[in-house]
């Protein structure tokens, strides 16, 4: 018997949480999805791990594909592994966090149709689990 058939591997993503806060408000760094699953909603930007990287070159690769944004500190926040949370296949991803305090510009990419600052008070519907990711990140900044 295989390896492969015995301990199947699932996929692993990252996903970059960028705040900046303004005078008024805390905004979220958003990407609205060009392709299914969840084509058309909003979501944290974020993808695949490719087998030559490490999760914080993924994150940062990710991050400039999707909106742009480059140099940008990140800190890893938790993994989510729930085996629905993605209906495609299995996967796990770890999640990161950041803060801009500057107007870096940003201009989506990739697989993401528009690249977009929320109002943490503002978001819209959110895809996959990302909105339990939002609500942990949240927790943690406030602590």
Same mark, same amino acid.
């Given at each position: ?70 140099? @940008? !500190?990140?800190? $890893? +926040? ?6 629905? *949370? ?5 996967? %796990? ?6 803060? @801009? !305090?500057?107007? $870096? +510009? ?6 993401? *149709? ?5 109002? %943490? ?10 909105? $339990? ?11």
């Amino acid at each position: 018997m295989s390896y492969t058939y015995r301990y199947p591997r699932p996929a692993v993503t990252v996903d970059m949480l960028v705040f900046k806060k303004t005078k008024e408000v805390l905004q979220l760094l958003l990407i609205q999805r060009d392709r299914e699953p969840f084509q058309g909603f909003w979501a944290i930007p974020g993808g695949f791990m490719d087998m030559n990287e490490t999760l914080e070159a993924a994150a940062q690769r990710e991050l400039m594909e999707e909106t742009g944004l480059q140099n @940008v !500190t990140l800190e $890893q +926040l938790k993994a989510y592994s729930a085996p629905d *949370r993605d209906p495609r296949h299995r996967t %796990i991803s770890i999640a990161f966090t950041g803060i @801009v !305090t500057d107007n $870096q +510009l940003i201009k989506a990419g990739d697989d993401a *149709r528009k690249a977009q600052w929320f109002s %943490i008070g503002q978001l819209p519907l959110l895809a996959f689990d990302h909105t $339990q990711i939002v609500a942990d990140a949240l927790a943690k900044i406030q602590h």
